[in-house]
Protein backbone atom coordinates (compact mmCIF):
# COMPACT_ATOMS: atom_id res chain seq x y z
CA UNK A 1 0.00 0.00 0.00
CA UNK A 2 1.08 3.17 -0.40
CA UNK A 3 -0.01 6.63 1.41
CA UNK A 4 -1.84 8.21 -1.91
CA UNK A 5 -4.27 5.19 -2.08
CA UNK A 6 -6.89 4.61 0.58
CA UNK A 7 -6.97 0.86 1.43
CA UNK A 8 -9.85 -0.87 0.66
CA UNK A 9 -11.11 -4.27 2.85
CA UNK A 10 -14.23 -6.04 1.04
CA UNK A 11 -15.37 -8.93 2.64
CA UNK A 12 -17.58 -10.94 -0.20
CA UNK A 13 -20.28 -13.41 1.54
CA UNK A 14 -21.01 -14.99 -1.52
CA UNK A 15 -23.97 -17.20 -0.86
CA UNK A 16 -23.48 -16.86 2.74
CA UNK A 17 -25.66 -15.57 5.57
CA UNK A 18 -29.44 -14.96 5.78
CA UNK A 19 -31.05 -10.98 6.36
CA UNK A 20 -30.80 -11.99 10.45
CA UNK A 21 -27.29 -13.58 10.41
CA UNK A 22 -26.20 -10.40 7.93
CA UNK A 23 -27.48 -8.33 10.86
CA UNK A 24 -25.77 -10.90 13.71
CA UNK A 25 -22.35 -9.97 11.56
CA UNK A 26 -22.60 -6.28 11.56
CA UNK A 27 -23.96 -5.48 14.72
CA UNK A 28 -20.64 -7.34 15.76
CA UNK A 29 -18.47 -6.06 13.22
CA UNK A 30 -19.26 -2.11 13.81
CA UNK A 31 -17.82 -1.50 17.31
CA UNK A 32 -14.67 -3.79 15.98
CA UNK A 33 -14.01 -1.84 13.48
CA UNK A 34 -15.41 2.18 14.76
CA UNK A 35 -11.77 3.51 15.09
CA UNK A 36 -10.49 2.56 11.82
CA UNK A 37 -9.20 5.25 10.10
CA UNK A 38 -8.09 5.95 6.89
CA UNK A 39 -9.41 2.31 5.49
CA UNK A 40 -12.47 2.20 3.75
CA UNK A 41 -14.38 -1.22 4.88
CA UNK A 42 -17.00 -2.76 2.29
CA UNK A 43 -18.89 -5.79 2.46
CA UNK A 44 -20.81 -7.31 0.10
CA UNK A 45 -23.57 -9.66 0.91
CA UNK A 46 -26.43 -11.71 -0.87
CA UNK A 47 -28.74 -9.41 -2.90
CA UNK A 48 -31.06 -10.46 0.05
CA UNK A 49 -29.49 -8.43 2.47
CA UNK A 50 -28.50 -5.33 0.81
CA UNK A 51 -30.96 -3.05 1.87
CA UNK A 52 -30.79 -4.56 5.23
CA UNK A 53 -27.48 -3.74 5.86
CA UNK A 54 -27.52 -0.33 4.07
CA UNK A 55 -29.80 0.57 6.83
CA UNK A 56 -27.55 -0.73 9.68
CA UNK A 57 -24.21 0.74 8.06
CA UNK A 58 -25.69 3.75 7.70
CA UNK A 59 -23.36 6.62 9.24
CA UNK A 60 -20.88 3.78 10.14
CA UNK A 61 -17.25 3.41 8.14
CA UNK A 62 -18.88 0.22 6.32
CA UNK A 63 -19.97 0.77 2.49
CA UNK A 64 -22.13 -2.27 1.00
CA UNK A 65 -21.41 -3.49 -2.55
CA UNK A 66 -23.48 -6.13 -4.08
CA UNK A 67 -21.43 -9.49 -5.59
CA UNK A 68 -22.56 -8.62 -9.35
CA UNK A 69 -24.95 -6.58 -11.96
CA UNK A 70 -26.17 -7.42 -15.38
CA UNK A 71 -25.18 -4.71 -17.81
CA UNK A 72 -28.75 -4.18 -19.56
CA UNK A 73 -30.54 -1.25 -18.26
CA UNK A 74 -33.70 -3.21 -17.58
CA UNK A 75 -35.10 -6.32 -19.90
CA UNK A 76 -36.25 -10.21 -19.72
CA UNK A 77 -33.04 -11.33 -17.92
CA UNK A 78 -34.39 -13.32 -15.20
CA UNK A 79 -32.95 -13.08 -11.61
CA UNK A 80 -30.69 -10.55 -12.84
CA UNK A 81 -29.98 -6.83 -10.94
CA UNK A 82 -29.44 -3.42 -12.98
CA UNK A 83 -27.46 -0.57 -12.10
CA UNK A 84 -30.06 1.50 -11.27
CA UNK A 85 -31.87 -1.20 -9.17
CA UNK A 86 -28.65 -1.41 -7.07
CA UNK A 87 -28.61 2.76 -6.80
CA UNK A 88 -31.49 3.13 -5.64
CA UNK A 89 -30.71 0.80 -2.76
CA UNK A 90 -27.61 3.40 -2.15
CA UNK A 91 -25.27 0.63 -2.27
CA UNK A 92 -21.32 2.11 -2.96
CA UNK A 93 -20.82 -0.27 -6.08
CA UNK A 94 -20.39 -4.34 -7.16
CA UNK A 95 -18.25 -6.91 -7.57
CA UNK A 96 -17.98 -7.46 -11.15
CA UNK A 97 -16.64 -10.42 -12.91
CA UNK A 98 -15.91 -12.51 -9.62
CA UNK A 99 -14.03 -15.69 -10.95
CA UNK A 100 -16.61 -17.94 -9.76
CA UNK A 101 -19.59 -16.06 -11.94
CA UNK A 102 -16.96 -16.52 -14.92
CA UNK A 103 -16.82 -20.11 -13.96
CA UNK A 104 -19.84 -21.11 -13.15
CA UNK A 105 -22.06 -18.67 -14.96
CA UNK A 106 -21.01 -18.02 -18.12
CA UNK A 107 -19.76 -14.20 -17.23
CA UNK A 108 -17.81 -13.46 -20.44
CA UNK A 109 -14.98 -10.33 -20.83
CA UNK A 110 -17.48 -9.26 -23.13
CA UNK A 111 -20.03 -8.88 -21.04
CA UNK A 112 -18.27 -7.22 -18.49
CA UNK A 113 -16.54 -4.80 -20.68
CA UNK A 114 -20.43 -3.47 -20.79
CA UNK A 115 -21.20 -3.81 -17.06
CA UNK A 116 -18.22 -1.95 -15.91
CA UNK A 117 -19.33 1.60 -17.76
CA UNK A 118 -22.96 0.83 -16.62
CA UNK A 119 -21.91 0.69 -13.00
CA UNK A 120 -19.79 3.98 -13.20
CA UNK A 121 -22.72 6.15 -14.99
CA UNK A 122 -25.20 5.24 -12.27
CA UNK A 123 -22.79 6.54 -9.45
CA UNK A 124 -21.73 2.68 -8.52
CA UNK A 125 -17.31 1.22 -7.72
CA UNK A 126 -17.16 -1.36 -9.60
CA UNK A 127 -14.93 -4.24 -8.16
CA UNK A 128 -13.46 -5.70 -11.41
CA UNK A 129 -12.14 -9.58 -10.79
CA UNK A 130 -9.36 -11.05 -12.58
CA UNK A 131 -7.34 -13.78 -12.33
CA UNK A 132 -5.29 -17.22 -13.40
CA UNK A 133 -5.96 -20.62 -13.37
CA UNK A 134 -3.67 -22.65 -11.78
CA UNK A 135 -2.90 -24.35 -15.21
CA UNK A 136 -2.69 -21.24 -16.62
CA UNK A 137 0.15 -20.00 -13.87
CA UNK A 138 1.85 -23.59 -14.20
CA UNK A 139 2.60 -22.77 -18.56
CA UNK A 140 3.03 -19.30 -17.85
CA UNK A 141 0.07 -17.40 -19.02
CA UNK A 142 -0.76 -15.04 -15.85
CA UNK A 143 0.79 -12.06 -17.75
CA UNK A 144 -1.37 -12.77 -21.36
CA UNK A 145 -4.75 -13.59 -19.15
CA UNK A 146 -4.43 -10.98 -17.23
CA UNK A 147 -3.83 -8.65 -19.97
CA UNK A 148 -6.52 -9.85 -21.61
CA UNK A 149 -9.06 -9.49 -18.98
CA UNK A 150 -7.86 -6.03 -18.18
CA UNK A 151 -7.90 -4.64 -21.51
CA UNK A 152 -11.51 -6.35 -22.38
CA UNK A 153 -12.50 -5.26 -19.00
CA UNK A 154 -11.87 -1.82 -19.07
CA UNK A 155 -11.90 -1.23 -22.67
CA UNK A 156 -15.02 1.06 -22.64
CA UNK A 157 -14.58 3.00 -19.47
CA UNK A 158 -12.70 6.77 -20.47
CA UNK A 159 -9.16 7.13 -19.70
CA UNK A 160 -10.75 9.34 -16.74
CA UNK A 161 -12.68 7.38 -15.21
CA UNK A 162 -10.05 4.60 -14.91
CA UNK A 163 -9.12 5.69 -11.66
CA UNK A 164 -12.73 5.06 -10.48
CA UNK A 165 -12.84 1.26 -10.92
CA UNK A 166 -11.39 -0.96 -8.47
CA UNK A 167 -9.46 -3.81 -9.76
CA UNK A 168 -9.04 -7.29 -7.51
CA UNK A 169 -6.31 -9.44 -8.55
CA UNK A 170 -7.80 -13.09 -7.23
CA UNK A 171 -5.52 -15.76 -8.71
CA UNK A 172 -8.03 -18.69 -8.93
CA UNK A 173 -6.03 -21.26 -7.68
CA UNK A 174 -5.39 -19.51 -4.12
CA UNK A 175 -9.56 -19.39 -3.52
CA UNK A 176 -11.37 -21.09 -1.13
CA UNK A 177 -8.27 -23.50 -1.16
CA UNK A 178 -6.36 -22.11 2.30
CA UNK A 179 -3.85 -21.16 -0.90
CA UNK A 180 -2.58 -17.62 -0.71
CA UNK A 181 -0.33 -16.28 -3.50
CA UNK A 182 3.49 -15.52 -1.93
CA UNK A 183 4.40 -12.10 -1.41
CA UNK A 184 6.47 -11.92 -4.72
CA UNK A 185 3.58 -13.55 -6.36
CA UNK A 186 0.77 -11.03 -5.12
CA UNK A 187 3.05 -7.93 -5.66
CA UNK A 188 4.41 -9.09 -9.32
CA UNK A 189 0.72 -9.78 -10.79
CA UNK A 190 -1.04 -6.42 -8.54
CA UNK A 191 2.16 -4.17 -10.47
CA UNK A 192 1.91 -6.15 -13.64
CA UNK A 193 -1.88 -4.73 -13.73
CA UNK A 194 -1.06 -0.99 -12.34
CA UNK A 195 1.51 -1.48 -15.48
CA UNK A 196 -1.43 -1.97 -17.52
CA UNK A 197 -3.78 0.42 -16.69
CA UNK A 198 -0.48 3.02 -17.35
CA UNK A 199 -0.92 1.86 -20.89
CA UNK A 200 -3.81 3.88 -20.65
CA UNK A 201 -3.06 6.87 -18.08
CA UNK A 202 -0.35 7.22 -15.91
CA UNK A 203 -2.52 9.30 -13.55
CA UNK A 204 -5.09 6.66 -13.72
CA UNK A 205 -2.09 3.85 -13.06
CA UNK A 206 -1.07 5.76 -9.60
CA UNK A 207 -4.66 6.49 -8.61
CA UNK A 208 -6.37 2.72 -9.13
CA UNK A 209 -6.82 0.99 -6.50
CA UNK A 210 -5.41 -2.51 -6.61
CA UNK A 211 -6.86 -5.80 -4.31
CA UNK A 212 -5.41 -9.13 -3.61
CA UNK A 213 -7.86 -11.67 -3.16
CA UNK A 214 -7.47 -15.97 -2.36
CA UNK A 215 -7.58 -17.00 1.14
CA UNK A 216 -6.26 -14.06 2.72
CA UNK A 217 -7.05 -14.08 6.35
CA UNK A 218 -5.99 -12.34 9.61
CA UNK A 219 -2.32 -14.37 9.61
CA UNK A 220 -1.11 -13.39 6.22
CA UNK A 221 -3.05 -9.79 5.85
CA UNK A 222 -0.52 -7.88 7.54
CA UNK A 223 2.17 -9.16 4.90
CA UNK A 224 0.28 -9.23 1.65
CA UNK A 225 -1.04 -5.22 2.84
CA UNK A 226 2.64 -3.98 2.74
CA UNK A 227 2.90 -4.68 -0.29
CA UNK A 228 3.49 -1.19 -2.62
CA UNK A 229 0.73 -2.60 -5.43
CA UNK A 230 -1.83 -4.33 -2.94
CA UNK A 231 -4.14 -1.86 -2.08
CA UNK A 232 -6.20 -4.09 0.10
CA UNK A 233 -8.11 -7.20 -0.11
CA UNK A 234 -11.11 -9.12 -1.36
CA UNK A 235 -11.82 -11.57 1.62
CA UNK A 236 -14.17 -14.87 0.99
CA UNK A 237 -14.33 -17.26 4.16
CA UNK A 238 -12.47 -14.94 6.39
CA UNK A 239 -14.86 -12.02 6.01
CA UNK A 240 -18.10 -14.69 7.14
CA UNK A 241 -16.61 -14.02 11.06
CA UNK A 242 -16.49 -10.55 12.28
CA UNK A 243 -13.17 -10.75 14.31
CA UNK A 244 -11.10 -12.34 11.87
CA UNK A 245 -12.85 -9.93 9.46
CA UNK A 246 -12.26 -6.79 12.20
CA UNK A 247 -8.23 -8.34 12.43
CA UNK A 248 -7.55 -8.12 8.71
CA UNK A 249 -9.10 -4.21 8.80
CA UNK A 250 -6.79 -3.76 11.56
CA UNK A 251 -3.88 -5.51 9.80
CA UNK A 252 -4.71 -2.83 7.19
CA UNK A 253 -4.47 0.21 9.81
CA UNK A 254 -0.78 -1.01 10.53
O1 LIG B 1 -13.99 -12.78 -3.42
C1 LIG B 1 -13.23 -13.36 -2.63
C2 LIG B 1 -12.36 -14.39 -3.08
O2 LIG B 1 -12.99 -15.28 -3.92
C3 LIG B 1 -11.46 -15.00 -2.04
O3 LIG B 1 -12.11 -16.01 -1.32
P1 LIG B 1 -11.33 -16.71 -0.11
O4 LIG B 1 -10.81 -15.61 0.75
O5 LIG B 1 -12.34 -17.57 0.56
O6 LIG B 1 -10.20 -17.49 -0.74
Not at 45 to 55: C, E, G, I, R, Y
Not at 72 to 82: I, L
Not at 169 to 197: D, S
Request: aromatic share 4%.
Amino acid sequence: MTGSRTPLIAGNWKMHKTIAEAEEFIQALLPRVFSADGIDIGICPPFTSLQAMVDSARGSAVRVYAQNMHHADQGAFTGEVSAAMLSELEVQGTILGHSERRELFGETDKSLALAVPQALEAGLEPILCVGETEAERERGDTERKLRHQIQEGLAKVADDRLADVVIAYEPIWAIGTGLTATPEQAQEACAFVRALVGQRSQEAADRVRILYGGSMKPENAAELLALPDVDGGLVGGASLDPEAFAAIVEAASA
